[in-house]
């Protein structure tokens, strides 16, 4: 899918997105193991999961992230339609940070927030996550897409979708190969419909965006 302008959003262009919740997980189950017939020793294998730890990811490479500075509610750095945005202060930890609430739009709008950052030549595999809470069970869409000055474009690369009515992550991870001229976008999403007066309450929650560059 490709945009012609990365400030235009047209209407259901955002919501085509693919709705992909992929993640790479390898799980490995724990075993018992008995050694001896007199002594019966056991060797516990813990379940883990495979992902990128702390230690070998980047610092959060976007601005604003939590929707404040200096304490203060901003929309600085997002672009989004106003009349369907806004800043709440609430999130996963009480009313401590600020999130970014959109609200379900109606045709011809959609609820949505995006921010963009240049992006780093080279290829690399980025983590993209943030904190997400539905009102009703609206779906959420977290997506990152990027610009490449080759095609003159926006692509959509990868999303997760959400649902939670209680504040969960959402995350997901993808490679990318850019150059020095390319952009990397972050976008929220809620999409549109024909009548919003049938879904009352139709509202989904952001907060804590980061995107992270695997070492």
Request: proline share 3%.
């Amino acid at each position: 899918m490709k945009w012609n302008s990365p400030q235009h959003f047209s209407r259901g262009t955002l919501y085509a997105i693919a709705l992909e919740n992929e993640k790479e997980k390898y799980m490995y189950k724990s075993k018992v193991i008995a050694v001896g017939m007199s002594t019966m020793m056991f060797l516990v294998l813990s379940s883990c999961t495979h992902s990128p730890t702390s230690a070998n990811l980047s610092a959060n490479l976007l601005q604003n992230s939590s929707f404040e500075v200096s304490g203060q509610p901003s929309l600085e750095h997002w672009v989004c339609d106003t009349s369907l945005a806004t800043l709440v202060k609430t999130g996963p930890n009480g009313d401590s940070t600020w999130s970014m609430q959109l609200q379900l739009g109606q045709m011809p709008h959609e609820g949505f927030a995006s921010t963009s950052i240049p992006a780093e030549a080279g290829s690399g595999t980025y983590t993209l996550t943030a904190w997400f809470k539905s009102n009703n069970g609206l779906i959420g869409t977290l997506a990152i897409n990027t610009w490449s000055s080759q095609i003159g474009g926006w692509s959509a690369v990868k999303s997760v979708t959400g649902d939670q009515t209680h504040w969960s992550m959402l995350s997901l991870s993808v490679n990318l190969s850019l150059s020095a001229s390319d952009s990397i976008m972050v976008v929220l999403l809620t999409g549109e419909v024909l009548d919003t007066t049938s879904i009352p309450n139709a509202k989904v929650l952001f907060t804590d965006i980061s995107l992270q560059k695997v070492q």
